[in-house]
């Protein structure tokens, strides 16, 4: 890989607009930056706006440690109805709610009763997979059908906090902190069963992946100007997960992490996370959070795993 390549390996935010996918997104990256190699740490539907992290080249590997953390959303869900997508741009399902909304204080009581650890189901037109198919795809076949489209399985997730931010009309605008794998969408549904008038998400806004916010966001119209504008927005491999532990290794543990080896306290240098009877050494089996592994010229080398034995091994390489 070229050094020029190399320069532009890391994350790039991406606040992105209502109406490309995801995909789409990534696809004009790739063009912007003659890089194949970009991915995206979670998907935002077409008619959501916000925090899209992309990963560029060897941070393709980091994906599954940048995707765990928390998100956050401003979204609006409109009372009144429900949709087959759950969004305003599906079919309503039924007719609409007839009789007064329910007050302030019936909706934050319902919205409480979502805060904790639960089991939520997709959205029948959502990415996840059923037998190996995306669940839209299976859903459009069952609504050409006339069928109505199933939601896949129930899964875990997680909220950690809903505010109700404002209530005008049929309006209910929200600010949500949540784990990976939480539906809005969903939850606009589900409110609006609770609640039993019906509901739809009206509006998405994600503002914060991770350790990402939209402070760190860069517009797609600036991203995709030039190259060298979209290369200066990218945040280097050095500059990723800096909220995990590091430890710094010497000449040696460098090529022991290349081969994929296990590194013990003689190859390291320092650590910002010191534990007694171990200075400057994050080994052993005080936890199993993952490490960053870096060389002596703060390069990131990979991620690294505790492990019993008092070592630490090499779980990501990046070559």
Request: hydrophobic share 40%; net charge neutral; with cysteine.
């Amino acid at each position: 890989m070229t050094d020029d390549r190399r320069a532009t390996e890391g994350v790039l935010v991406v606040d992105k607009p209502v109406g490309p996918t995801s995909h789409d997104v990534v696809a004009m990256m790739r063009r912007t930056l003659g890089e194949r190699r970009i991915g995206h740490t979670g998907t935002l539907d077409p008619a959501a706006s916000g925090v899209l992290v992309l990963v560029i080249g060897r941070a393709t590997r980091l994906v599954r440690f940048l995707a765990v953390d928390r998100k956050a959303y401003d979204a609006v869900v409109h009372l009144g109805v429900s949709t087959d997508t759950y969004d305003a741009q599906g079919e309503p399902l039924g007719e609409p709610h007839q009789g007064p909304l329910p007050s302030r204080a019936e909706v934050e009581a319902a919205l409480a009763s979502f805060v904790g650890t639960m089991l939520q189901r997709p959205p029948a037109f959502s990415a996840k997979k059923i037998g190996g198919e995306r669940s839209y795809a299976v859903a459009r076949r069952q609504v050409a059908s006339g069928v109505q489209p199933e939601p896949p399985a129930a899964v875990a997730v997680s909220v950690h906090e809903i505010a109700l931010v404002g209530y005008t009309d049929a309006a209910v605008s929200l600010r949500i902190a949540c784990s990976d794998g939480f539906y809005v969408r969903s939850l606009a549904f589900d409110l609006g069963e609770r609640l039993g008038t019906g509901a739809h998400l009206a509006s998405l806004r994600r503002t914060r992946s991770g350790e990402f916010s939209l402070g760190d966001a860069h517009s797609l119209e600036a991203l995709t100007s030039s190259r060298e504008a979209a290369r200066k927005a990218v945040t280097p491999l050095s500059g990723v997960l800096t909220g995990l532990p590091a430890i710094t290794v010497t000449a040696d543990g460098v090529r022991l992490i290349e081969h994929g080896r296990d590194v013990g306290p003689d190859a390291c240098i320092e650590a910002t996370e010191r534990r007694p009877g171990r200075p400057g050494f994050v080994g052993g089996t005080g936890g199993s959070q993952p490490i960053r592994l870096l060389g002596p010229d703060g390069a990131l080398l990979g991620i690294g795993s505790p492990t019993a034995s008092g070592l630490l091994h090499p779980s990501v390489v990046l070559k």
